[in-house]
């Protein structure tokens, strides 16, 4: 017989023997347990009035409601029952009551989902009483209230003497400028319905009361924010909320334990957008429904539903009470993983999903590990030979000769450029040689050219008029006046008269009129004369008019055009150089030279879109009048920048100058008679008009296209 000593050691042997078999079968045992804690006998249906009422019948009694979701698009309800089998021997059962279809039942390791497919979304609420779950279906699209098996409203709580009251509510505003109310309830048990009604959200809390200091009109128009007034009044038994909003925006609503939070986010409206929202959320819409449920849970419901793969962390724990109707599943997401301070990475179809901090720890310890890496890796060298790019550009990318330390390359790299060749010799590990391999052939590339043409008008109209008038008048010398002598001289004034001799003439006491036309531009005035006398052509009146009018137009082009790479001055010009002295520092003079040319400069710059920006300076100088300092220079100088499309004319300055002048000559008195007036003064009348015009057209060479 063995002892009790024996017998101990002869245990522990065989424990240690049969630990990695024994582990096994005891954790199949365990699954194979929980696996048939409960399971599912049968589903039945039965229409009550508008309602739809589904029970489903356990083999044991159940603790806690199953977890149970909405889908709009397909109308679904999905309930969820933890450790619990399919023993009704079926996948599917057809209902066919009201807008209740069927009901499909999968069973998936140790869960079991009823899938209820609807014609139409619809409200549910589920109760529990013993071993049966009971469902209520609302089919008046209202909100669903709960009965127990006999068609009475299930009682959630024992009757208190006083119903919860609302704590507090507030307005805050958002980052992005929506507007957040935030309801601080008793507990996460009260039951709060949200919806839309027109321009307005509505948000009742059944069952609560409201205490006399929120009971307010909050009027938050100042935050500038889509909400403009926030109203909480009790209406019967329940409190309820009114949020008036204006524009256009949209709104959601999420329970975390003991606070309601509904934004309410304007919307930027595209033109081009068919549908507006969703503040860049494209999932499929869903509604969620969740009372103090675990974190797990609901992320395993998004992941059933969308399809993806989530691995949650295990420091991921914690429960949330959680209400959305509508919402896009990657916001519904999002919402949750920012109540309870998460974050997530995707790789593929995969979500990791774990605290912040954890993640950040996790990648800070990823880059650590990959620098160490860097700093072991053997070396490799590679040479890069350049086809378009000077070696010598790479200086400043490599940090050689930069001043600054700041380089591509890791700490044991460098670099070697050889400007004979046009060729970079590279050493360093082979990840940076890739980097290095990329920005070659993304930087290396034939750079575009533009044909620059200008053309420069500059046109002139001048017009002038003269008018003016002669006049004279005599008589024939006797001997109390003057006497004409045969050689044609007199004593006093001789005027000669127009048409006559001069010699024939004799002329009064005083000084004749004589107000002709001037001549323009080397233009000699026209005159027409006429001659008045009496028969013994001893007395006569001399008019000559003289007239000229001058009308000339001129028009100068200049075209310079010029090619140049993209950002790439270029610079054309031609004129002339005119000399002039100027004074040196020891006091001597010296010659200078000072252009006066016509010269065009310009930098082309290629948009991503194949328009061209052009940095525009123009000059177009001529000589001009000599003064007594020198010859002057006429500038005219434009300097811009334009953005114009391929092959487009634009017009980038324009100057247009009028001089308008008229004089008079005129004898005094005389010449303000009217109409005879015109005889004693003489008019010029200038007008004369110039106007410069700049037209600029860029075009973009094609490559394989050569220009003439």
Known sequence: ?????????????????????????????????????????????????????????????????????????????????????????????????????????????????????????????????????????????????????????AASQPAETGKPAIKDIDFRRGAGGEGRIVVDLPSNQITVDV????????????????????????????????????????????????????????????????????DVKPIKEDPNKLTQGTQGY??????????????????????????????????????????????????????????????????????????????????????????????????????????????????????????????????RGSAVVDPRTNQLFVTDIPSKLEEVRKLVEKTDIPTRQVLIEARIVEADDKFSRNLGAKLAFGYRGTPNNAILEGSGTQTGTNTTAPGLNSSALQTVNGNPVNLPANGLNGYDASSLALTLFNASLTKFIGLELSALEAEGKGKVISSPRVITSDQLKALIEQG??????????????????RKANLKLEVTPQITPDGNVILDVDINKDTVGDVTTAGIAINTKHVKTQVLIDNGGTVVIGGIFQQVESENATKVPYLGDIPVLGRLFKTTARTNDKTELLIFLTPKIINEKVSVN
């Not at 499909?104 to 009823?114: D, E, I, M, W």
């Not at 919806?195 to 009971?215: T, Y």
């Not at 449920?293 to 691995?311: K, M, P, S, Y």
């Not at 002339?576 to 030279?593: D, H, K, N, V």
Request: hydrophobic share 40%.
């Open 282 to 411: 494209r999932g499929e819409r869903l509604s969620l429904n969740f009372q103090n449920v675990e974190v797990r849970a609901v992320l395993q419901v998004i992941a059933d539903f969308t399809g993806l793969n989530i691995i949650t962390s295990d420091t991921v724990n914690g429960n949330l009470t959680l209400r959305l109707k509508d919402v896009p599943w990657d916001q519904a997401l999002d919402i949750v993983m920012q109540a309870k301070g998460l974050d997530m990475r995707k790789n593929g179809s995969v979500l990791w999903i774990a605290p912040k901090d954890e993640i950040l720890t996790k990648e800070k310890l990823e880059l650590e590990q990959k620098s160490q890496i860097a700093e072991l890796e053997p070396l490799r060298t590679e040479t890069f030979q350049l086809n378009y790019q000077k070696a010598e550009s790479f200086k400043q990318v490599f940090g050689i000769d930069a001043g600054t330390g700041r380089s591509i390359l890791s700490k």
């Open 1 to 153: 017989m063995m002892t009790i000593k024996q017998l101990g050691r002869v245990g522990a042997l065989m424990r240690k023997a049969l630990q990695p078999a024994g582990f096994l079968f005891l954790s199949a045992l365990c699954t194979f347990a929980a696996a048939q804690e409960n399971a599912i006998e049968s589903i039945s249906a039965s229409q009550q009035g508008a309602n739809i009422i589904v029970k489903v019948g356990l083999k044991n009694p159940v603790a806690k409601p199953p977890i149970g979701f909405a889908i709009t698009n397909p109308a679904r309800i999905a309930l969820d029952f933890a450790g619990t089998a399919n023993a009704t021997g079926k996948t599917a059962q057809d209902i066919g009551l009201g807008d209740v279809r069927s009901v499909n039942l999968v069973q998936a390791g140790q869960r079991s989902r009823l899938v209820f497919n609807l014609s139409r979304p619809l409200n549910y609420a589920t109760a529990i009483e013993g071993n049966t779950v009971i469902m209520t279906i609302d089919g008046s699209g209202g909100v669903a209230t709960a009965v127990n098996a006999s068609g009475v409203r």
């Open 195 to 262: 919806r839309q009604q027109g321009k307005k959200i509505v948000v009742d809390f059944l069952k609560a009361n409201l205490p006399e200091v929120l009971r307010r009109r909050l009027d938050v128009t100042d935050f500038g924010t889509p909400v403009q007034t926030v109203t909480t009044t009790p209406k019967g038994e329940n409190v309820q909320m009114v949020v008036e909003s204006k524009g256009l925006w949209e709104h959601s609503a999420y329970q975390s334990d003991t606070q309601l939070i509904i």
């Open 576 to 593: 002339t150089e005119l000399p002039y002295q100027q004074a040196t520092s020891s006091g001597a003079t010296s010659i200078a030279f």
